[in-house]
């Protein structure tokens, strides 16, 4: 295969494969569960999860800001257990991809923004190396998206041009970012649209190997 014929899989993994990790949605459910201020929790949240997402901070740490900034009457434990949680695998997606994966042809890395104790648990959690040769995540290579620079750099470490890269994400914003790089990306919406695609893609770089 000609290396101008090589396709990388980038791929987010919130909202893609599992459910965000902490998302807006989670935060209000807690505030009710644990009889919190919504608006002041998200104040403060909104101030200091990009720090903890780049990895400049620990998980315990953001929660001495956001949380226990003051007495409260349920556990550090209790609270944390509450977080993690939080993720769970989204329909369909994960299971397939980890079987798409064993003979699809493409290497697939993931790209996504994620807190170190959040990330280490989730990759565990539910198994996710079954799916990914490597993790972009922004705890470890202090960027985020939607920062060019770490798209830049998983294609660094791809050793890929942008041609022959496909990146996958659902907000538009991220999906934008990547175009803009001239990766060719795709809003995900739903399992079927993106399978159709992945299927695809594996169809097309099949046919390149026979040439």
């Known amino acids: 295969m000609k290396s101008?014929?090589?396709?990388i899989l980038f791929f987010d993994i919130g909202g893609i494969l599992l459910t965000n990790g902490w998302g807006h949605e989670s935060r209000k459910i807690a505030a009710k569960q644990f009889g919190l201020n919504y608006d002041e929790i998200n104040v403060l949240h909104n101030f200091i999860f990009n720090v903890y997402e780049i990895g400049k901070i620990t998980l315990d740490e953001y929660?001495?800001?956001?949380?226990?900034?003051q007495p409260r009457d349920f556990t550090r434990q209790d609270f944390l257990e509450f977080i993690y949680a939080q993720s769970k695998e989204?329909?369909?997606?994960?299971?397939?991809l980890k079987e798409w994966k064993k003979d699809c042809g493409f290497r697939i890395i993931s790209i996504n923004n994620e807190g170190k104790e959040l990330n280490d648990?989730?990759?565990?959690k539910f198994k996710l190396h079954l799916c990914f040769d490597a993790f972009i995540s922004s705890?470890?290579?202090k960027l985020r998206k939607p920062d060019p620079g770490i798209f830049q750099l998983a294609m660094g470490i791809a050793q890929a041009s942008p041609q022959q890269c496909v990146y996958f994400d659902d907000r538009v914003m991220f999906v934008t970012t990547?175009?803009?790089?001239?990766i060719k990306a795709f809003q995900h919406t739903d399992f079927e649209s993106t399978k159709k695609i992945l299927e695809g893609?594996?169809?097309e770089n099949f046919q390149l190997d026979l040439q």
């Open 121 to 124: 648990y989730r990759v565990e």
């Open 139 to 141: 705890c470890e290579v």
């Open 90 to 96: 989204l329909p369909d997606m994960l299971a397939w």
């Open 63 to 69: 929660l001495d800001t956001v949380i226990f900034y």
């Open 4 to 7: 101008t014929d090589l396709k």
């Open 201 to 203: 893609l594996k169809q």
């Open 178 to 182: 990547a175009q803009k790089l001239g």
